[in-house]
C-alpha cells in the first residue's frame, strides 16, 4: 500500500537513460534520440580535463564545508560569472547557492517562494516541459502557464503575463513568482518583465542554464545573451526578488557533475534554500572538480569557442536537411541545444476525427516506432498542435539519420 502521492508518483514516467541507443557501427537499429538535451560534442574534452586533474584531497572524502557549496567553487563560481555575465553589481561568493542540478533548485525555489495548494509560479509558454515535475510534483503548488506564442521576443509578451495574472487572481490563485528561460529575451524584454514583476509585487527567477549556448549565424541578426544581472534594475524592482539559476550541465556538458546553483542578493531567499540543500547536496568530489574546471578560464574558453562553433554548424546542417525534406520550422535562433519544427501540415487529422492533440500524439508514436524519438509540443506548453522539439546537437552520421526516419515515418502512413 502506499500513499495517494506515492501512487500518484508510481504512475509518472521515468527516464531510465539511453539503453537502445542509435549507433551507426556498433546499434544501427537504436533509437535516435532527439530529445535529451545535451551537448555530446563536449564530453571528451571534459573528460580528458577532468582526468588529468582528478587528485582529490582526503577532506572531499568527508562532509566538508557542508551542503551548500565549498567555498573554493563558490568563489570559482563567482569570477566565471563576473567575465561571463558582466553583472552591474558584483557577484560575491556568498551570493551563491549550489545544490545537485537545477532540476533541484527549480523545486527548492518553489518550496521557498509558494504555499501549497493556493500559491503559483507563472510561465510563459511554449517553454521546457519538464518544469510541471519539477516545480509541482512535490511541491503541491500551482503553475500558472500563460501561451505567448513561438516568438517570445518582443515586450508584448508582458499583456499576456498581465491576463494571465489577473486571470488567476480572479481565481483565488496566487501568483507568488514567474520564471524565464534566458537567453530568451533581448533587453527591451527583460526590462519589461522586471517593471512587470515590480508592480505585481513577485519574484523573478531567470533560468540561464544555457547562457552560455548562443553561438553566431551570418544568415540572420543573432542576438546575443544578456543576464538579467547586467541590467541597472535598481529603479525598477527591489533586487531582492531577482534571482538567478545557472548550472554546469548544459554550457559545458557536464551534467553528470550534478551541479547548479542560485544567484540571489536576498539573504533571508539564501537562507531557506540552504536549510533544505541537505537533501540535495552536492558530491564533494563534483564541487572539486568543478572548481578546477572554472578556475581555468582558458580552457573555459577553449571549451566554449568549441561549443559555439559546433552549435553553428549542427543547426545550419539541420535546417539544411530540414528544407530538403520540406519540413517546416522556426528559422529563428542562435541559443540552446535544439530547435522547433512545424508538422501541423502532417497531423493524421483524418485518423482522429480532427483532434489535433491526439493527432499530435499519434505521429509522435509513429516516429518511436521508426526509431526516432522527438518530444511533441504538448510536453512543452505548445499553443497548438504539431510543433516538435527537436535537439539537433548530435553527431552528423545520427542527425540524418534521425532526419531520415521522421521523412519515412511521415510517408509511411
Not at 537504436?30 to 560534442?41: D, I, K, L, P, Y
Not at 571549451?303 to 559555439?308: A, F, G, R, W, Y
Not at 554548424?313 to 519540413?327: H, Q, S, V, Y
Amino acid at each position: 500500500m502506499l500513499s495517494t502521492r506515492g501512487t500518484a508518483w508510481s504512475k509518472v514516467g521515468f527516464l531510465h537513460g539511453k539503453q537502445n541507443a542509435y549507433h551507426p557501427i556498433r546499434n544501427p537499429n537504436g533509437v535516435v534520440a532527439f530529445n535529451n538535451a545535451e551537448n555530446g560534442f563536449l564530453h571528451a574534452d571534459l573528460a580528458n580535463f577532468f582526468n588529468k586533474h582528478n587528485h582529490f584531497e582526503d577532506n572531499c572524502c568527508a562532509y566538508g564545508e557542508g551542503y551548500t557549496g565549498t567555498l573554493r567553487l563558490r568563489t570559482a563560481m563567482s569570477n566565471h560569472l563576473n567575465l561571463h555575465f558582466q553583472p552591474v553589481w558584483p557577484i560575491d561568493p556568498e551570493d551563491i547557492t549550489f545544490t545537485a542540478g537545477v532540476t533541484d533548485l527549480n523545486e527548492v525555489c518553489a518550496l521557498v517562494t509558494c504555499n501549497p495548494e493556493t500559491d503559483a509560479i507563472m510561465l510563459g509558454g511554449p517553454v521546457y516541459g519538464t518544469f510541471s515535475k519539477d516545480l509541482a510534483m512535490r511541491t503541491g503548488i500551482k503553475l500558472e502557464w500563460v501561451p505567448v506564442g513561438t516568438d517570445q521576443f518582443t515586450p508584448d509578451c508582458v499583456a499576456a503575463f498581465d491576463a494571465g495574472f489577473e486571470d488567476a487572481k480572479a481565481r483565488g490563485v496566487n501568483v507568488r513568482a514567474l520564471i524565464i528561460c534566458n537567453p530568451h529575451n533581448p533587453l527591451e524584454t527583460l526590462r519589461a518583465l522586471l517593471q512587470f514583476c515590480a508592480a505585481k509585487g513577485i519574484h523573478l527567477i531567470s533560468d540561464e542554464i544555457y547562457a552560455l549556448t548562443t553561438y553566431p549565424r551570418d544568415d540572420q541578426p543573432s542576438e546575443k545573451f544578456t543576464s538579467i544581472r547586467a541590467i541597472d534594475y535598481s529603479d525598477i524592482i527591489d533586487p531582492t526578488q531577482v534571482h538567478v539559476l545557472y548550472g554546469m550541465s548544459k554550457d559545458y556538458g557536464a551534467a553528470g557533475l550534478r551541479l547548479g546553483c542560485l544567484v540571489s542578493q536576498n539573504r533571508e531567499f539564501c537562507n531557506a534554500v540552504r536549510a533544505i540543500c541537505r537533501f540535495s547536496s552536492p558530491s564533494q568530489f563534483s564541487m572539486d572538480l568543478a572548481a578546477k574546471f572554472l578556475e581555468d578560464q582558458t580552457f573555459v574558453k577553449q571549451l566554449l569557442d568549441k561549443s559555439h562553433r559546433v552549435l553553428s554548424r549542427i543547426r545550419l546542417l539541420t535546417e539544411k536537411l530540414l528544407d530538403e525534406a520540406g519540413l517546416k520550422y522556426e528559422k529563428k535562433g542562435n541559443a540552446g541545444l535544439f530547435m522547433w519544427i512545424d508538422l501541423s501540415p502532417q497531423l493524421p487529422l483524418r485518423e482522429t476525427n480532427g483532434d489535433g492533440w491526439a493527432a499530435e500524439k499519434l505521429l509522435s508514436e509513429r516516429f518511436l516506432r521508426a526509431g526516432v524519438k522527438v518530444d511533441p509540443g504538448a510536453e512543452y506548453q505548445s499553443p497548438e498542435p504539431g510543433r516538435f522539439r527537436l535537439m539537433f546537437c548530435v553527431e552528423e552520421d545520427t542527425l540524418r539519420e534521425g532526419v531520415r526516419r521522421i521523412v519515412a515515418a511521415l510517408k509511411a502512413e
